[in-house]
């Protein structure tokens, strides 16, 4: 009822050339989303979980809850490739039918007929999106969780483990007077459990010839005194002329800040964070003055916008290629050439993005260099479809 009576009123509000298109273009879509994830979720999780089930005695459910768990990472991967496929042949098939050339016959370019395609584009990139920021780290952090938990491994809510924050600043040189930058302090945890990190060192480089090691049991932080609470621990110092001194504490305060509380609650993985924790990441790293981290970081925000986007660079490079005119390819072939241009676009964003995280490019322009590159070559495709 509520189809009837929302749906179908917009729904034919369209042109009924864009209905017929779309009509053209759904079957193909559905059948390459399910040809690429099933595909890449065979090689991705269902391999390793059938050997987690045989080796581990994983229960098989629990094997089916995560894999469902791990689908929408797969689907975010599948949508751009998917909508290559779907309109190379989609178009493909009305030129060959000379559908396509009945229409430029009655005075409709070339331009207007993949206008449709570029609507389906601009919507897979939004679902992909939200896939990718809302959906994806949730779900990720869900399979991670299950899959941990039924093979028997402790998992607690708030947690974290091989914490490591690197902080950079001024180095005091012997005379006290000159001042050079670098790493000044490595703090290292095992793990981190219910507000407490366990198994702490930290490395203190602050002063020029000078190194001072701090292990401890325990570490708590003092949110009154802004200060590390070191339990139960050691201090090593070795001086510019080779001397060592030691001494053992119960309690012992360093001055830090709480950077490492909150890096060990973000995904290490930059593919599992949100937008929100990605900046909230590379925030973390550039007060500690680690500038490699923080700009890496920087990528990776500008990626979670640029991978999206491959659906509408796809989209575009599809409909133009299967639009020419005398233009024939069956699924085999579009699965062929999907797979080509797919990875000649990962190439070219891998290595773009390489450029970035080295700081040869700006973060910005290594992250959408080959979404401008690609559509400039789509948009050279379809002038030539075109004419």
């Known amino acids: 009822m509520l189809f009837r009576r929302y749906f179908l009123p917009t729904w034919k509000r369209f042109p009924l050339l864009d209905r017929w298109i779309f009509g053209e273009l759904i079957a193909p879509l559905i059948f390459a989303i399910s040809a690429f994830t ?19 005695g994983l229960p098989v459910l ?38 396509l050339k009945a229409l430029r016959s009655v005075g409709i370019s ?53 914490i490591i924050y690197s902080r950079f600043g001024k180095i005091t040189t012997q005379d006290d007077k000159d001042k050079k930058k ?5 703090f290292y945890a095992r793990e981190f459990r219910r507000g407490e990190m366990n198994g702490v060192t930290v490395l203190d480089f602050s002063r020029y010839g000078y190194t001072q090691m701090l292990t401890s049991k325990k570490a708590i932080w003092n949110e009154k005194l802004a200060k590390w609470e070191f339990l139960d621990g050691q201090v090593l110092t070795t001086t510019p002329n080779g001397s060592t001194t030691s001494a053992e504490f119960d309690k012992y305060l360093y001055p830090l800040s709480s950077a490492p509380i909150r890096i060990s609650k973000l ?54 290629l299967g639009a020419k005119p005398n233009s024939r390819t069956s699924r085999s072939q579009g699965f062929g050439i999907s797979v080509v241009l797919i990875l000649v676009y990962y190439v070219l964003s ?29 948009w050279a495709l379809l002038q030539q479809a075109n004419r």
């Open 267 to 320: 995904p290490k993985d930059a593919n599992n964070m949100t937008v929100q924790e990605a900046i909230q990441a590379q925030k973390l790293y550039a007060e500690a003055g680690n500038r490699k981290e923080a700009r890496r970081m920087k990528v990776r925000i500008q990626e979670k916008f640029t991978l999206p986007m491959a659906c509408l660079v796809f989209g575009l490079i599809g409909s133009s």
């Open 62 to 99: 629990t094997a089916v809850k995560v894999l469902g768990l791990r689908l929408p990472s797969f689907l975010v991967i599948s949508f751009p490739m998917a909508t290559l496929m779907a309109t190379l042949l989609a178009y493909s098939r009305l030129s060959a039918n000379s559908e």
């Open 350 to 378: 891998f290595s773009f993005s390489s450029l970035g995280v080295k700081g040869t490019l700006l973060p910005f322009v290594a992250a959408w260099s080959p979404v401008v590159i690609s559509m400039l070559g789509g």
């Open 182 to 186: 670098g790493l000044s302090q490595l």
């Open 38 to 56: 099933v595909v890449s979720l065979s090689v991705g999780v269902m391999f390793d979980l059938v050997r987690k089930i045989v080796e581990s």
């Open 110 to 162: 070339t331009k207007r007929m993949i206008v449709p395609a570029i609507i389906l584009a601009f919507f897979m990139t939004g679902l992909t999106f939200i896939f990718n920021d809302v959906i994806v780290p949730r779900a990720n952090r869900s399979a991670e969780f299950t899959l941990q938990r039924a093979l028997g491994r402790a998992i607690s809510t708030e947690k974290g483990d091989d």
